[in-house]
Structures are given as C-alpha cells and as structure tokens.
C-alpha cells in the first residue's frame, strides 16, 4: 500500500562519475562573500556539516549494498560514494581553514558526531537510508537553485569559492537520484520516506542554526540587527533562496515524485567550461590563486 516503486531514468550525458579537483582556498577573507557575516557563515555552516554528513550517507548506502541485484544501480551507487568521498574531503580542508580563523570545529563536529550516533542506534537501515534520501534532496534543490541562479547564490564570492560550491552542486545533481533509487530497489515504504523527511527538515534545520549562531557568535556579530536583516533578505526575503527552492522541496511528499522528474541536467555542463581549466587536477599540478 505503502510501497510505490517510482522510476525515471537518468538523463543522458549525465555521468556519476567523480571529477578530481583542486581548489587552493588559503587567500579567502573571514566574509568572503562580499564581506557579509551572515551569508559567508551560511555556506561555512553547510561546509562543517558536509564531511560528516556524507559519511552517514556513504554508510547508508553501503549497509544495503547486498540487497541491490541491479547491476546499473550497483555502478551508480559507486560513484555515488567515490563523489561523495571526494566532497568530505575537500570540506574537511575548507573546514580546517574556519578553525584556522578561531572556529571551533572540533565541538561542531563532536556534537554532529553525537546526533549521528544517535541515529545509527536508533534508527532501522532503512531510515537511515530514507534520511540520506531526504538530504539529499536538500542538497539537489539547493545545487538546483545554485546553478538556475550563480549570482543571486554567489555572485559576491571569489573564484575559487564559486569554483568549489558549483562543482559540489552539479556532482549532487549527478547523484541525486541515487540513493532514492537504491531506496526503492530495497522495497522502502513511501511514508517511512516522508517521516524521515519531516524529521530531517527539522533536524538539517536546526543544526545549520546552531553552526551560523555559532560563527556568528564568535565574530561578536550574532545580536547585530544588520546580520539578520541581510540574513532576512537572503534566506526569505523577495527573491531569498528558500523563497526560490520551496516548491521543490515540497514535492518530494508526493507519492509518484522522483528526483529526474526535474530534469536539470542542462546545468551540468557548464562547471568544466567555466572552471575546469584552473581546478581539474592535473598530472602536474600547477599551484592555484584565486
Ligand atoms: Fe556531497
Ligand atoms: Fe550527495
């Protein structure tokens, strides 16, 4: 009753396959996004619970991999993990950067360690898989509105921080169906799939609270009115990004949603023209300023 097997192929063209980067991020300014506190501490606040994040998905979906019969879906799920691999690490290097700058990244990351064990013990593996399935459609709408809008999202930030937010969207793209598939092979209940997602929205939510507070708190700016005003505007504001993602957000509780129902492959290409000369790494690699 519950169980509805939802399948819509991957556009062509469009690989699973992990791209190796380089991106040298050590010039970055505290605000480096057009030196505003409140949106550059968005980003650091996704960037610090990206690394931990992807390995609960990588697990996820690891933990079922005997259940998966088809071949295809076995490949995908592959690079899926060879990506998400890729993203943790290079967000763990952002990361060691915040702390660099007086972050403290070791309580964030013990106290996200404490929710995720927290899951693993108490969740089955099918909602820990329904909660990677869930994330990751946060991140492919946020990737989505990302790539429709680079400036409206980063248009204040420096080349080499463009560089790494749109490569890591377009390889969520790439993957977004991933899990989601995996999901459905497993026989995974459509209810158990939108519980998970209430319970994540609330959780993905407060937790990118606690990490903002927590920079802005540090940098003595968090009771400032002008933080939440800008804050306001970019978040909820006329044309504020979850304003721009909501809809896509809401239709992952419909029973017959798939994540290429939205084919936004068309987005993909653009990252290799853009900025793959610089970042793609190379045999040689030759060192990078932004
Ligand atoms: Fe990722
Ligand atoms: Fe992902």
Redesign the pocket.
């Known amino acids: 009753m519950n169980h509805v097997k939802n399948q819509v192929e991957r556009p062509a063209g469009v690989d699973v396959k992990p791209r190796h980067v380089q991106f040298d991020l050590n010039d970055i300014d505290r605000y480096w996004h057009g030196g505003d506190p409140f949106i550059t501490h968005f980003f650091n606040g996704l960037s610090t619970l990206?690394p931990q994040g992807?390995r609960f998905f990588i697990d996820s979906v690891r933990a079922v991999m005997d259940q998966i019969d088809n071949p295809k879906l076995q490949e995908e799920v592959k690079g899926f993990i060879a990506?998400?691999a890729i993203?943790g690490n290079e967000h763990d290097k952002y990361n060691q950067l915040l702390k660099g700058q007086g972050y403290d990244i070791d309580m964030l990351a013990r106290h996200q360690d404490w929710w995720t064990r927290l899951g693993n013990k108490t969740m089955t593996k099918k909602q820990q898989l329904a909660t990677t399935c869930a994330v990751e459609h946060f991140?492919a709408i946020l990737a989505n509105g990302m790539m429709e809008e680079p400036d409206r999202w980063l248009g204040n930030a420096p080349k080499n921080m463009q560089a790494l937010w749109h490569w890591?969207a377009i390889?969520?793209t790439e993957h977004k169906a991933v899990c989601f598939d995996v999901y459905n092979e497993i026989g995974g209940w459509y209810i158990t799939r939108n519980l998970m997602m209430i319970q994540t929205t609330i959780h993905f939510s407060y937790m990118i609270a606690r990490h903002v507070c927590h920079f802005l708190a540090r940098d003595k700016v968090l009771w400032k009115w002008q933080t939440w005003k800008t804050g306001y505007h970019f978040l909820l504001g006329k044309g504020g990004i979850i304003r721009q993602v909501f809809r896509d957000y809401i239709d992952y509780y419909r029973s017959g949603f798939h994540p290429w129902q939205q084919d936004n492959s068309s987005l993909v290409g653009g990252w290799k023209k853009k900025f793959g000369d610089r970042y793609l790494r190379k045999k040689n690699p030759q060192p990078t300023t932004s």
């Open positions: 990206f992807e990506q998400e993203h991140t890591h390889e969520e």
